[in-house]
């Protein structure tokens, strides 16, 4: 994808020719959410309207990018040295490389995404670490990503991998299978690969409530689609999950002072190893 070289006034450079401003973007709302510059109005509106209904939804974003820099730290701890982050968004803040180079790892990380923004911006960012790159493409065609040459270039799929799928796979509709999905990405994982993977569940959601917010979600380009637990472990069939399993976020390996009793967290996560 090229550079964005020039823009109507009232546009920024980082916006490019796809992009359609009127429409809610997950991406920008992500970027909002965690105090980012990168978004419009029509993002911040929807965000403000999900915000006002149910108060603690913007600090959903918080949490997942919690979960992300615990489950990061967990497998460079295990001996990762290859980071691919699907679905990884506009990079606002505690990005994969920014805590690895926290972490004083040398390891090699790719990001990838649908949303041109978020790889514009990541690129930016990235342009002068040669052990970082970013690629525009479609989670829903794990094996394209795989056979990127850009991600190839990288990434060795001959050795362990730890694949980030967190906030993702709520975005992907039930007719992109991601079951079968991830199955196909794990039988391309060296043994020794470990995956993460954050999900929004439909449990203990009142059905009134659940009907809204699915309803708000599809103002977006990527509406969501929340799934029981049962149906998320389920995605996670042929990987060993460490300890403490499918959990909500929050309670995943919790660092101390961490709040994991609140009632409103509706996203789990867990991280697995694809066996020898």
Request: proline share 9%; hydrophobic share 45%.
């Given at each position: 994808?090229?550079?964005?070289?020039?823009?109507?006034?009232?546009?920024?450079?980082?916006?490019?020719?796809?992009?359609?401003?009127?429409?809610?973007?997950?991406?920008?709302?992500?970027?909002?959410?965690?105090?980012?510059?990168?978004?419009?109005?029509?993002?911040?509106?929807?965000?403000?309207?999900?915000?006002?209904?149910?108060?603690?939804?913007?600090?959903?974003?918080?949490?997942?990018?919690?979960?992300?820099?615990?489950?990061?730290?967990?497998?460079?701890?295990?001996?990762?040295?290859?980071?691919?982050?699907?679905?990884?968004?506009?990079?606002t803040a505690g990005n994969v490389h920014e805590?690895?180079?926290?972490?004083?790892?040398?390891?090699?990380?790719?990001?990838?995404?649908?949303?041109?923004?978020?790889?514009v911006m990541s690129r930016r960012i990235l342009?002068?670490?040669?052990?970082?790159?970013?690629?525009?493409?479609?989670?829903?065609?794990?094996?394209?990503?795989?056979?990127d040459p850009d991600v190839r270039q990288m990434?060795?799929?001959?050795?362990?991998?730890?694949?980030?799928?967190?906030?993702?796979?709520?975005?992907?509709?039930?007719?992109?299978?991601?079951?079968?999905?991830?199955?196909?990405?794990?039988?391309?994982?060296?043994?020794?690969?470990?995956?993460?993977?954050?999900?929004?569940?439909?449990?203990?959601?009142?059905?009134?409530?659940?009907?809204?917010?699915?309803?708000?979600?599809?103002?977006?380009?990527?509406?969501?689609?929340?799934?029981?637990?049962?149906?998320?472990?389920?995605?996670?069939?042929?990987?060993?999950?460490?300890?403490?399993?499918?959990?909500?976020?929050?309670?995943?390996?919790?660092?101390?002072?961490?709040?994991?009793?609140?009632?409103?967290?509706?996203?789990?996560?867990?991280?697995?190893?694809?066996?020898?």
């Open positions: 994808m090229s550079d964005i070289t020039s823009k109507p006034p009232l546009l920024p450079d980082w916006v490019s020719d796809d992009i359609d401003p009127k429409v809610p973007s997950i991406a920008r709302i992500y970027d909002y959410a965690l105090g980012g510059s990168h978004n419009f109005s029509v993002d911040r509106e929807l965000a403000e309207k999900s915000r006002a209904r149910w108060p603690h939804s913007l600090h959903s974003a918080w949490t997942n990018r919690a979960f992300l820099r615990r489950a990061v730290t967990f497998c460079a701890e295990q001996g990762m040295t290859q980071f691919l982050d699907i679905g990884s968004g506009i990079p805590i690895l180079a926290d972490l004083g790892v040398d390891a090699r990380v790719v990001y990838t995404d649908i949303d041109p923004i978020a790889v342009a002068d670490l040669p052990w970082a790159t970013a690629i525009r493409g479609d989670a829903r065609n794990l094996d394209g990503l795989v056979d990434i060795d799929f001959s050795a362990p991998v730890a694949v980030l799928l967190v906030a993702l796979l709520h975005y992907l509709p039930d007719s992109a299978d991601p079951r079968r999905m991830i199955a196909q990405l794990r039988d391309r994982l060296a043994p020794g690969s470990m995956i993460a993977v954050s999900h929004m569940t439909t449990d203990e959601w009142p059905a009134p409530d659940l009907a809204e917010a699915i309803e708000m979600g599809k103002r977006t380009s990527t509406p969501i689609v929340m799934r029981p637990i049962t149906e998320i472990s389920a995605m996670l069939e042929g990987f060993e999950l460490v300890a403490p399993g499918l959990v909500r976020v929050p309670q995943w390996r919790p660092e101390p002072g961490d709040d994991t009793t609140a009632s409103y967290f509706d996203t789990v996560g867990a991280v697995g190893i694809k066996p020898a």
